[in-house]
């Protein structure tokens, strides 16, 4: 069997583009994926300076790349580049999956998809009628959103420091499901069957103001960053007796197994690709 680091012709490549890049587990990832479900791929990692995206992509595909994905900071680049979008990349406004079809770029977005499927599938939360609250207006938010409101809550609350920003969003996906959104301090009172970090406050070691008995009883939360220690805001999740308390590391390989099936046909397992990388980063 030809091993899937194997540059020979009759391996395709792939890759992750960002800066910086060095962190990414996504090679690991596909790897694990590759070797599971029999597919002689190769998969790397490219650093791209600033403003080299749009070259770097080019270069990628004149060498007969196949696909890419694409993180921080290139996710609305690749959206430009990107001729044909999906819409749940239209709806993201970002893409971080590019395929090279029939001389054409088509972009999608598989982060929603990702949270949805390690919240539903993985989690077991069921999410149809549920009162969700997501922490913060940006991209991460943002990209969410969709794949989110398709999942039928009772209410989608979007809540960030600038409430305007969060009302304005939540303006953009009005015709998509119930939803709205506020300011902090606008959660006084009210009670969540589901809470979704999507701001990057667990990654400078903070917490946005949030108020006691948030969580419903019975409900969750959830972190869309991970690490090798629970993040503070799992943290206050536990301080305020919720169980059922999650990081992000599912979705991570979740929104890398959705790509490789665009990719390649074949959805592969997920499970014990999440367990390996937990016992990586411990």
């Known amino acids: ?62 060498s007969g790349g196949k696909g890419l994905n694409i993180t921080v900071p290139f ?50 939360l069921q999410l149809k009628n549920a009162r969700i609250l997501l922490m913060g207006a940006g991209g ?10 398709n999942q039928q809550p009772a209410q989608l609350t979007i809540v960030n420091r600038t409430a305007e920003k969060a009302k304005d969003l939540a303006g953009l996906f009005a015709d998509k499901g119930s939803i709205v959104g506020c300011g902090y301090e606008a959660l006084a009172g ?8 999507a701001t990057a406050a ?4 903070q917490l946005p103001p949030l108020p006691d008995g948030l969580i419903a009883k019975g409900g969750a939360g959830y972190d869309m960053m991970y690490g090798s220690e629970p993040t503070p805001f799992m943290k206050w999740c536990a301080q305020q007796g919720v169980d059922d308390v999650f990081d992000g590391l599912g979705m991570l390989v979740e929104q890398a197994a959705e790509s490789f099936y665009l990719w390649r046909g074949v959805r592969p397992q997920t499970n014990d690709v999440i367990e390996t990388l937990r016992q990586e980063i411990k």
């Open 202 to 205: 667990s990654l400078q070691g």
């Open 1 to 62: 069997m030809t091993d899937i680091f194997d540059f020979s012709p009759n391996v395709d490549d792939y890759a992750v583009m960002g800066n910086p890049i060095g962190h990414s587990k996504s090679p690991a990832i596909h790897a694990q994926f590759a070797k599971q479900t029999g597919q002689a791929i190769n998969y790397t990692a490219i650093h791209v300076d600033l403003g080299g995206f749009e070259q770097a992509v080019g270069n990628f595909v004149a």
């Open 140 to 149: 991460a938010a943002r990209g969410v959103l969709l794949p989110l409101l």
């Open 190 to 197: 009210q009670t969540y069957d589901l809470v979704i970090n």
């Open 75 to 124: 996710k609305q680049e690749a959206w430009a580049l990107a001729e044909e979008r999906s819409e749940r990349a239209e709806s993201a406004g970002a893409v971080n999956t590019l395929i090279f079809k029939d001389q054409k770029i088509i972009g999608d977005n598989t982060d929603g998809v990702g949270l949805v499927r390690d919240l539903g599938e993985n989690k077991k």
